[in-house]
C-alpha cells in the first residue's frame, strides 16, 4: 500500500496565542519529499508535530501512516535509538553509517561533537528506521558544504512521505518535488522545487494584487456614482416639493405630481446600484493578497578605544575523545572584522567559547549569540523581554518585527522557534551599542529574508565582528580577515587541528 498523509479541514492553536495558528487546513501528500516554506514563527515545526500525531488538532482530521519519525531541529540530546544504530551491522545501518560518516564512539562522546556531528547522526538513525513519513526539521544546520552534499546524497534515497522544513535553497531544490507555504492561518501546496513554487507564489501574488486593485477601482467608481445620483435625487427632490406653493394654485401641483410620476424609477436606479456596490465590496474583500512586512535593521556599535578587543595567548584546547585543537596568539582589533572557519568538529565552537570566558571578567562590551540555544536560555530570553517597562519592550518587538516575525505570536508563544530566539537576542542586546559581536552561526534557523536583513544590519556595524559560519557569500560580504581551522597533518589518525590566519581569499599567508 502506497503510504500518504492526508489532512483536512484542520484547525489548531495554543491556548497562549490569542488567534489560531491553522484554520481549515486541508492537503494530500503522496511519496516525496516535500518542502515546508514560513517564516520563523508561522508553524512550520507544529505542523510537522502534528504530521507525526505529536499534537492532536482541534477540528478536522489527519490520516497519517502509523510508521512516523520525527527528527527535531534541535541537537541538545541523542537520539534514542542511537547506541542501537551504532551497534548494528547490517547491510542498512552500515551503509547509512558510511554514507554520513558517523563515528562508532559518537553516542559515548555526544557532549563534545559539533552539532554537525549531532546533526548527521539523528539524520542517519531517522532514515535507518525506515519510516513512511519522515519529518526533518532543518536538517542541514550546522553542516558545513561536504557534509550538506552527504546529507542530500542520503535523503534522495529515502522512498516515504517526506517532510521538509529548510531555509536551504540548495537542499530545497536538489529533493523537493513539492512546496508547502505557510500563511497563518492559511496552508497552500504548489508543485515543483523552491526555486520554482516560488516563482508561482509571486506570480499568484501579482495577479492577486492586479485582481484586487481593479475591484477596488470598480467599488471607487460604483460608490462615486452612487454619490452624484443620490445628490440628482436630493436636487429632483427638492424641485419636486409642494412647500411653499399657495393651497389655491393647482396647476403648480398637478406639474409636480406629473413630475414624481416620472421619476418614480429613480429609487429603483439608486437601489440596484446600492446593490452592484455591495457585490463589488464584496468581490474585492474575498481577493485575498499577502501583506509584505517591512523589513530592515541597523546594528548600532561603538569603537573601542583600546588597541585590542581580547588577546588570546598560545595554548591547545581539548575537544573530547583525546582531540585537539592548537591555536597561536590571538588579538583581535577594535575594527576587525574575522571569519572563523573550518570543518564540522575541528573546534569553531570550542575557541569561540574560550574566547568568550576570556572577555567575560573585562568588562567589554559584547554581544555573542552560540551556535544553539538551549531551551531553557531560550525561555529566560522571553520573560526577560515580557517584564521590560513598555517603551522598552516595543522597542526590542520593533527589532524583531523588522527581522521578519510576528511580535504577537513570539510573546504569546509557550518556547519560542529557535529562528525566533536568535532576533530576540540581538533585539535585547543591539541596543547597548557594544563594541564587538560574537555570532556563532547566526544564520542557522533563520529564513530567508531574516539572513538578508542581518546581512545588511552586519555590514554597517563599526566595531568588531568575530562571525563562524558556513555561508560562504555571507562572510565574503561581511569579513576582511580569515582564522582557518584544519587538520593538523602531522598529529596522525585526525586527533588535532591546526589554527591558521589569514586574509579572505588568501592561503594561508599571515595577516
Known sequence: MVPSLTVHNVSFGYESAAAPLFVGVSFGLLPGWTGVIGANGAGKTTLLRLACRELL????????????????????????????????????SFGIRRDLEIGDDWLTRWDTLSHGE???????????????????DEPTNHLDLAARRLVLRSLRTFRGVGLLVSHDRILLDGLCERCLFIEPPHVVVRPGNYTQARAQRELEATSAH??????????????????????????????????????????????????????????????????????????????????????????????ASSDALFLVTSCSLPLGGQRLLRIPDLAMGPTDRVALVGPNGSGKSTLVRHIVSLLEPTGRRFVYMPQEIAADRSQDLLDEARSLS??????????????????ERLLESELPSPGEV???????????????????????????????????????????????????????????FRWVIERDAGAGAGRAFRLRQGGVGEEGRGR
Open 390 to 407: 513598555a517603551t522598552k519592550l516595543a522597542e526590542v518587538m520593533a527589532y524583531v518585527s523588522r527581522l521578519g516575525s510576528d511580535p
Open 210 to 303: 492586479r485582481a484586487r486593485r481593479e475591484a477596488r477601482e470598480r467599488r471607487e467608481r460604483l460608490e462615486h456614482e452612487l454619490h452624484r445620483r443620490r445628490e440628482q435625487e436630493a436636487k429632483a427632490h427638492r424641485a419636486r416639493s409642494k412647500r411653499g406653493i399657495p393651497r389655491g394654485d393647482h396647476d403648480a401641483k398637478e406639474k409636480i405630481d406629473r413630475a414624481r410620476l416620472a421619476d418614480g424609477g429613480a429609487g429603483k436606479r439608486l437601489r440596484q446600484i446600492e446593490g452592484r456596490l455591495r457585490r463589488a465590496a464584496e468581490e474585492e474583500a474575498s481577493i485575498v493578497t499577502t501583506r509584505k512586512r517591512k523589513l530592515g535593521v541597523t546594528a548600532p556599535g561603538t569603537v
Open 57 to 92: 488538532p482541534q477540528r478536522g482530521t489527519i490520516r497519517a501512516p502509523d510508521h512516523v519519525v520525527y527528527c527535531v531541529q534541535r541537537t541538545d540530546d541523542p537520539p534514542p535509538e542511537l547506541g542501537v544504530f551504532l551497534a548494528s551491522w547490517d547491510g542498512v
Open 422 to 480: 536568535r532576533k530576540l537576542l540581538l533585539g535585547l542586546r543591539i541596543a547597548s551599542r557594544p563594541e564587538l559581536l560574537i555570532l556563532d552561526e547566526p544564520t542557522n534557523h533563520m529564513d530567508l529574508p531574516s539572513i538578508e536583513c542581518l546581512e545588511e544590519a552586519l555590514a554597517g556595524f563599526p566595531g568588531g565582528l568575530l562571525l563562524v559560519s558556513h555561508d560562504e557569500a555571507f562572510l565574503r560580504r561581511l569579513t576582511c
Open 118 to 136: 549531532r546533526k548527521r547522526a539523528q539524520i542517519g538513525v531517522a532514515l535507518w528506521q525506515e519510516p513512511d513519513l519522515l519529518a526533518l
